[in-house]
């Protein structure tokens, strides 16, 4: 959907197998922009037996490490949390990085966490169509009224506001055709799941085009990315098997890496790469998920140069 393809990568935020090593996560951080990828991203997985480390807090360390990248999350399932203290934390983040946060956000797909959360799932829709309403308005107004289905308050004010003006841009993610449409109706861009298929990302895309159309809204003002879970290896099978045992150990799922991940020699991964931009990605977050120094050096010399 856009005629120039920009490329970030993911912040290594999980650790399986090893401890947490924030030496690995800075010389990642400052290779990636010495190297001159546009963003780097956190995703998030508060419950789950992978480790990994919290989004939030991440995105904040990663401010002070950095000092171009843009920062992003894809994404933060935000009806799981007070909108107002999420207002506040990613105003500082804003603030913290002079302007570089991109705030991706994502109802998420299970309604059994929930009650975790000490919330039920009912509505949850509209509480998180409620939420980033009360988020943005936070973030651009002096003073907020609001007498909400879930959220209430009477002149309240947050400060400081955010850097980005009127606020930081604001990415949805999400499959389903309603969550395409908040996504047009609420957000300044979309970013396809790295659980997603290329074919489903292109589905998803079909769709996208068509509510942009009925909104009025030009292509080229919504952009468009995706996470890809990528490894460059001429061995296959070998970048096959690290694949499948990190999505055992994150998703549950091996079999998944097969259906979404591109991997393989230089060929196969530009290959694969080309086809989701063909599908629509104007962005191309790229998700190393082993040796990811090695491998964002190995991608940014045979193969981003190809796309």
Known sequence: MNSRVTLGVAIPQTFVGAPVDTRRMRDFLKQAEALGFESAWVVEQVLGSAPILEAVSTLAWAAAV????RLGSAVLLTALRSPVHLAKALATIDQLSHGRLVVGVGLGGSPKVYPAYGLGAERRAARFAEGLRLMKRLWTEPRVTMAGEFYRLENASMEPKPVQRPHPPLW?????????RRAVELGDGFI???SASTATFAEEMTLLRGILAERGRPPQSFPVGKRVYVALDRDRARAGK??????GAFYGKPELAEAVCVWGDAEACVEGLRA???AGAGFLMLNPVFD???QLERLAADVVPRL
Request: charged share 20%; glycine share 14%; hydrophobic share 45%.
């Open 66 to 69: 950095t000092e171009r990248l």
């Open 172 to 180: 949805f993610g999400g499959h389903h055709p309603q969550a395409l």
């Open 192 to 194: 396809g799941a790295g």
């Open 242 to 247: 690290r694949l499948a045992e990190w999505f």
């Open 276 to 278: 989701v931009i063909a």
């Open 292 to 294: 990811e120094l090695e």
